[in-house]
């Protein structure tokens, strides 16, 4: 399985992102889709996740600014970034769980950089 992610870039306080991770390879159906982000000095931590029904879960910090959406027909998992704010900042990684025996699988994106400055 390969996750790859696109979207990042550089954009100004208050602006938007989409970033989108797409899975490839041999993918029967994949449970959970996620976004995590790690900044410079600091722990991966979880920014949003999405179940295949589409029940979703943020990382208080970006309430109401960020919203996951995964689109099951192509294995693609979407993060809408609104509202940038420079704690913002960091690399941002998609998280894919696909069921496996005796335990899922958990495949990890390369990264995108979200750079938020003026």
């Known amino acids: 399985v390969q996750l790859v992610e696109s979207g990042g870039g550089l954009v100004q306080p208050g602006g938007s992102l989409r970033l989108s991770c797409a899975a490839s390879?041999?993918?029967?159906?994949?449970?959970?889709m996620g976004w995590y982000r790690q900044a410079p000095g600091k722990e991966r931590e979880l920014v949003a996740v999405?179940?295949?029904?589409?029940?979703?879960n943020y990382a208080d910090a970006v309430k109401g600014r960020f919203t996951i959406s995964r689109d099951n027909a192509k294995n693609t998992v979407y993060l809408q970034m609104n509202s940038l704010k420079p704690e913002d900042e960091a690399v941002y990684y998609c998280?894919?769980?696909?069921?496996?025996?005796?335990?899922?699988?958990?495949?990890w994106g390369q990264g995108t950089q979200v750079t938020v400055s003026s």
């Open positions: 999405i179940t295949p029904s589409g029940k979703t």
């Open positions: 998280n894919v769980d696909v069921p496996g025996w005796p335990s899922d699988y958990v495949y």
């Open positions: 390879g041999s993918i029967s159906s994949i449970n959970a």
